[in-house]
């Protein structure tokens, strides 16, 4: 129970009941996280959220901030406000993302754009503001700071029906790799977590899309078909996905960088 022990930690997209960033959070404090800042730029569950977490891990581990990721200002006050607060930053998880559904023929400029800045120019955002205070965590741990970003599996599919979501993500898994490469120097791990099918209020919407669209007959069918495509046939819960993102921000993988870990019940054998 404290493979984090002492650790603060970042993660975006948090803000959301059900959603893979509340399930890092938890986990992070379930393994001894000394601090977890939690960022969303929605914020309309914040004191259920809070309160749900103060119950579990007492207050004052958590605090959950409005944080808008396309924006280098407010990374640049989200990381002050966690080094005011716990007095250093030693793990950043980007998972704040979003989707619009349709292809090249169907997808505006301006949503691509839109998933872009969220998918991808926020990564790079957040990599570039946090750098300097993870590059301090060496003093702190053998393992140096940790990076670990949350791409999906959709970054090594190819997807007529997602087109943005599946670009912006194969261009995040290559920014993950470049800063694996520039911050190794700095003691700086930069690895990503690529989950399948992961049942997250985003993924329920994505399926009643997909039966608006008519490509399937209902989201049960749209959930048995895409959890069909890898080989275990099964969905996975937020919680299984967190397990990941742990092992990442741990000493464990202390000599693990660049890595891309495929939580995504084998998929991705399938490409």
């Known amino acids: 129970m404290d493979r984090l022990k002492g650790k603060v930690a970042l993660v975006t997209g948090a803000g959301r009941l059900g959603n893979i960033g509340l399930a890092i959070c938890e986990a992070f404090l379930r393994e001894g996280a000394r601090g977890v800042i939690g960022t969303?730029?929605?914020?309309?569950?914040?004191?259920?959220?809070?309160?749900?977490?103060?119950?579990?891990?007492?207050?004052?581990?958590f605090h959950l901030l409005q944080h808008d990721v396309t924006s280098a200002g407010d990374w640049q006050r989200v990381v002050a406000g966690v080094t005011d607060e716990f007095g250093a930053l030693?793990?950043?998880?980007?998972?704040a993302g979003?989707?619009?559904?349709?292809?090249?023929e169907t997808t505006s400029l301006?949503?691509?754009?839109?998933?872009?800045?969220?998918?991808?120019d926020a990564l790079f955002l957040g990599m570039k503001a946090?750098?300097?205070?993870?590059?301090?965590?060496?003093?702190?741990?053998?393992?140096?700071?940790?990076?670990?970003?949350?791409?999906?599996?959709?970054?090594?599919?190819?997807?007529?029906?997602?087109?943005?979501?599946?670009?912006?993500?194969?261009?995040?898994?290559?920014?993950?790799?470049?800063?694996?490469?520039?911050?190794?120097p700095k003691k700086i791990r930069v690895n990503s977590v690529?989950?399948?099918?992961?049942?997250?209020?985003?993924?329920?919407?994505?399926?009643a899309e997909y039966v608006a669209a008519g490509l399937w007959?209902?989201?049960?069918?749209?959930?048995a078909a895409i959890a069909g495509m890898g080989p275990l046939g099964v969905s996975s819960q937020p919680e299984d996905t967190a397990h990941a993102f742990v092992y990442l921000a741990s000493e464990e993988a202390r000599f693990v960088t660049g890595a891309s870990l495929c939580h995504d019940g084998g998929i991705g054998l399938r490409y």
Request: with cysteine.
């Open 130 to 184: 946090c750098a300097p205070e993870l590059a301090a965590a060496i003093q702190r741990f053998p393992g140096g700071g940790a990076i670990v970003n949350n791409i999906s599996m959709s970054s090594y599919m190819a997807n007529a029906n997602n087109l943005a979501y599946h670009v912006s993500k194969s261009a995040a898994r290559m920014l993950t790799l470049c800063g694996a490469v520039e911050f190794g």
């Open 110 to 120: 301006d949503d691509l754009r839109k998933v872009m800045a969220v998918n991808h």
């Open 194 to 207: 690529h989950p399948g099918l992961t049942l997250t209020p985003l993924v329920k919407e994505s399926f």
């Open 217 to 223: 007959q209902d989201e049960a069918a749209a959930e």
């Open 40 to 61: 969303d730029l929605r914020t309309d569950e914040a004191e259920e959220i809070t309160g749900r977490i103060a119950s579990q891990f007492g207050s004052g581990r």
């Open 98 to 104: 979003i989707s619009v559904h349709g292809g090249i």
């Open 90 to 95: 030693d793990v950043l998880v980007n998972n």
